[in-house]
């Protein structure tokens, strides 16, 4: 039964720290000044025009597109709600404490960016394989697959192609920055994902019924077995 809970705490702790570092990864994309990445774009747009820090701004997206992604009946996971709060929150902290220099050079500025990217990458690993439940864009991903019956590619593309054409036209700040995130994210995370030896299809994403009944069970058998014991 200790091995149960603390199989449990070392899942919690892959999680939160894949989510800081993929808060982490993000400000180092946006401090290599080059552009944001597509949903930053639109994450800056919507901060500028509602008086919003950039976390506030990602955390008030994520709930809109959660309350889509339920909408449509896709079923969350624990780590959806985490990911829905925290990576915007632990932005916030990072900007507010300057931890990562804004790059005032093309050459550095591109080191940064692909640093960032990897770091992403590697955050995703983390909360991925932690198994709580997919991110709220990756949640709207696989309802507009379902729907749709388009590719995975497409929906995703589509997706974050609107959130930079109207990120943009709310005043984000696109770049060069923006086609290097937009076209090398999913080469990062993938050689991430291949040197780790990850494979994403063979981790169970636990909706958050599911995480849930699995806790109290764990409680109730806890409780018997404390019983037993006295």
Request: net charge positive.
């Amino acid at each position: 039964m200790l091995n149960a809970f603390s199989s449990e705490i070392l899942r919690i702790i892959k999680l939160f720290l894949g989510l800081f570092l993929f808060a982490l990864g993000i400000i180092m994309t946006l401090q290599a000044n080059l552009g944001f990445p597509p949903w930053d774009v639109f994450h800056q747009g919507v901060a500028l025009n509602l008086g919003l820090t950039l976390g506030r701004a990602s955390i008030l997206t994520a709930f809109v597109i959660v309350a889509i992604a339920v909408f449509m009946k896709e079923r969350l996971g624990f780590g959806t709600l985490c990911n829905m709060i925290f990576i915007g929150f632990f932005m916030d902290i990072i900007l507010s404490g300057e931890w990562i220099p804004l790059m005032g050079g093309f050459v550095s500025g591109v080191g940064m960016m692909v640093s960032g990217l990897f770091v992403i990458g590697f955050g995703s690993f983390l909360y991925i394989g932690a198994g709580y439940g997919a991110g709220p864009r990756d949640s709207l991903m696989v309802v507009l697959t379902k729907r749709t019956g388009k590719s995975v590619g497409l929906c995703r593309g589509c997706m974050e192609g609107a959130a930079l054409l109207v990120g943009w036209l709310l005043g984000g700040h696109a770049g060069i920055g923006t086609v290097i995130s937009a076209l090398g994210i999913g080469f990062a995370v993938q050689i991430v994902f291949s040197i780790l030896r990850f494979d994403v299809k063979a981790v169970h994403q636990e909706s958050f019924y599911e995480t849930c009944m699995r806790l109290l069970t764990l409680l109730h058998y806890s409780r018997l077995s404390t019983k037993r014991k006295g």
